[in-house]
């Protein structure tokens, strides 16, 4: 059964940290890109961060304006595990946090046109004092 699962949100002051993990069972995480993607209540689904498959030459990585310069996604093949580390939150970072998988796009099309084979649970991050 292919599966992804979210782990390490939690409650975290302004300012603070976490790291994500994305753990893959059941395929291998190096031939898809992967992307984390969050959902605010009441607001739309958005892209935060996508990161190309191992298998691609040029090693890219997109993310979106509101979290460029302090979220950094990362692959640990040997882990078959994703991260997404989060410094410097904020209140408006508070969301569910899902990962998500797919074996023929670009880090465009996942994170901006959500072309996504496979879905994790999602893990709440709440930015609050």
């Known amino acids: 059964q292919l599966q992804l699962v979210e782990s390490g949100g939690g409650l975290v002051q302004p300012g603070g940290s976490l790291r994500l993990s994305c753990a893959a069972s059941?395929?291998?995480?190096?031939?898809?890109?992967i992307g984390w993607f969050r959902q605010a209540p009441g607001k739309e689904r958005e892209g935060v961060s996508c990161i190309s498959s191992s298998a691609s030459s040029d090693g890219s990585i997109y993310y979106a304006g509101s979290v460029k310069g302090r979220f950094t996604i990362s692959r640990d093949n040997a882990k078959n595990t994703v991260y997404l580390q989060m410094n410097n939150l904020k209140p408006e970072d508070t969301a569910v946090y899902y990962c998500?998988?797919?074996?023929?796009?670009?880090?465009?099309?996942?994170?901006?046109?959500?072309?996504?084979?496979?879905w994790g649970q999602g893990t709440q991050v709440t930015v609050s004092s």
């Open positions: 059941g395929f291998t995480l190096d031939y898809y890109v």
């Open positions: 998500a998988a797919a074996s023929y796009t670009t880090i465009q099309n996942m994170c901006r046109r959500y072309e996504v084979d496979y």
